[in-house]
């Protein structure tokens, strides 16, 4: 590590990243999988590569951002197209979808690392993510993929502040699941909803309501936002409600809640 001066967070992460001789990188282009990119890039002593998975639960602006910010970064990058939907065991939407999932994926990124010699593959788990129920995370863990943000003790926010001193422009950028997770468990998932979903939020984003969610209930959307933000969305109600029934939505819900995270997976 060179003698400038870092965080403690970024001295905890680069000395994990250090005892790695190659690492792959699974990058979906959230803050967490851009920080530890980042870091990889700065730290591991050989090669490094990003593997983004397009598929069916990913979104067009999600996959633009992806492709330029590892150019602009000059960041290896290896872009792969995958269909879960392919799976019944995924496209079923059990409550172990994500563990199929994840299986499915990180099987895959493996077998991309080791074509290039690399010998370990990395995701963005952080300690904050153990709060949540995520049968991805065991799948990872059978298939060996490493975490580096919980070897080295990393949370969420901790991500974000590191993301913020390096100057990453996706530091505050909302957390954004997979498209799946907005359809409830048992519904059989299906790419019309799942466009439809993208669309419905990239329509709020035009807002700048950024932290938002659109959960599939039956035929209808229900809005999940910040509690803080609710009443900012009621002077749009009639054009929001027009635009989502326009998409094939045969209702539009608030959820006056607010938006929490993992909400799917409440009662689990």
């Not at 019944?88 to 199929?100: A, F, G, V, W």
């Not at 298939?143 to 422009?169: D, Q, S, V, Y």
Request: glycine letters at 6%; hydrophobic letters at 40%; proline letters at 3%.
């Amino acid at each position: 590590m060179s003698g400038i001066e870092i965080s403690e967070s970024e001295y905890k992460l680069a000395k994990v990243l250090s005892l790695y001789n190659s690492l792959a990188v699974a990058f979906s282009g959230g803050v967490d999988s851009s920080l530890l990119s980042f870091m990889a890039n700065k730290y591991v002593k050989g090669k490094v590569l990003l593997i983004n998975v397009f598929s069916p639960f990913s979104t067009a602006k999600e996959a633009v951002f992806v492709e330029k910010w590892a150019a602009d970064k000059n960041y290896e990058l290896e872009v792969i197209k995958l269909n879960p939907l392919n799976s019944e065991q995924i496209k079923s939407n059990s409550k172990e979808r994500c563990y199929y999932c994840k299986k499915l994926i990180m099987s895959e990124l493996i077998k991309i690392a080791a074509k290039h010699s690399i010998e370990y593959v990395a995701d963005g788990t952080n300690q904050d993510d153990l709060e949540d129920c995520r049968p991805g995370n065991k799948a990872a863990d059978e298939l060996g993929i490493k975490h580096p943000f919980l070897e080295a003790g990393i949370t969420k926010n901790e991500i974000r502040e590191m993301a913020r001193e390096n100057n990453l422009e996706n530091w505050d950028r909302p957390s954004s699941a997979c498209l799946a997770s907005r359809i409830p468990f048992g519904k059989s998932l299906e790419e019309s909803d799942l466009r439809r979903i993208e669309k419905a939020e990239e329509f709020l984003h035009q807002f700048g309501f950024m932290h938002c969610r659109v959960r599939l209930i039956g035929e209808s959307a229900k809005i999940e936002l910040p509690v803080a933000i609710v009443d900012e969305i009621m002077p749009l109600r009639k054009e929001i409600v027009e635009q989502l029934k326009n998409l094939g939505f045969k209702g539009v819900f608030l959820d006056l809640e607010g938006y929490r995270q993992g909400a799917l997976n409440e009662g689990i």
